[in-house]
């Protein structure tokens, strides 16, 4: 660990055990215990990218780069294994952008696939921390499955919590129905997200008619003994500190919540002023919009904590891995 005092960096001890599951301290060891591995494998494999997000790891690059001995995904394995991570082969997943990419994926590795009913058609990609990343097809049905069952879980919890306590079931709805789906919003392409927006919206006034008997989203829907001047569906949607009851809308936030992702990291660069508000690290752009701009050769895995399996999926872009 670092020395606050004198900055340097001391022996604390030897674990591999991991951290207790809500430990604040686990988080940070974990990226720790793993770093050593990321870097050296990105260190010994020149046009291989490492990324990870805890124990969410990914490898972008040519397909010979990336597999058989010696090469970025059998370098990663042994560093991982010498802190005492276990691989699971099972939980592995790759996804080849082209045909040749596809072929050079090794036997046993998954690659994720969604067949269109209507053409028998297969479209191929991941899905890598809430973010459906792949052909345009894998993509769209990805989030046609997110919809269906989002949906259907929101409107089952709205139901049942109405029937046991209102007050309840409304401050869910203000704090995390409305909110369950701002992340993928934000990790994708509006174009991609307006039919789930779209849908949502549609379970959220579902949700209200279950919670206040009404919608109080739509003015016209308001019965006789809830219709008053000062209560209109513009004014529940206004801030609870503007007077307002806090409700929201999807649509008309999904490109604010996508181009707020994606802008503010240039905003930072173009005004230096706003680096106090944002920080030195907010805000690096959307999983999805990065996957647009990345190299053409791609490989992805991911890891499990200590006495955990690591678990890696496979990808790739026009012609290898991601």
Sequence with gaps: MRNSETGEVEFLCNSVQGGAQGNSLTGIV???TIDKALKNTEASCPGVEVKAIQDDISLWGDP???FGEGNALD???QGLRAVGLEEN???FQAYGTTETARSMIPNGLTQPKMVNKD???EHFGVWICGA??????????KLDEIEMELCEKLRTLAKTLAAADAQVAHAVLRQSIITRIDYILSTHRPSLTRKLAHAMDETIRDCCLEIYGCDLLRDQEFPDNLKDESLTSERVQLKISQGGGGLRLTEPRALFLNSMSLALNVFRHAWPSLVSVFGNDSFQGSLHAQSQSIPPR???TSAYRCRRPIRPRVTSTPEGLL
């Design 30 to 32: 974990f990226c720790l």
């Design 64 to 66: 010979e780069q990336i």
């Design 75 to 77: 370098i990663l394995l």
């Design 89 to 91: 082969e099972k939980k």
């Design 119 to 121: 053409t028998g058609e």
């Design 132 to 141: 459906a990343i792949g052909d345009d097809g894998y993509v769209a049905a």
């Design 298 to 300: 791609i490989f992805k």
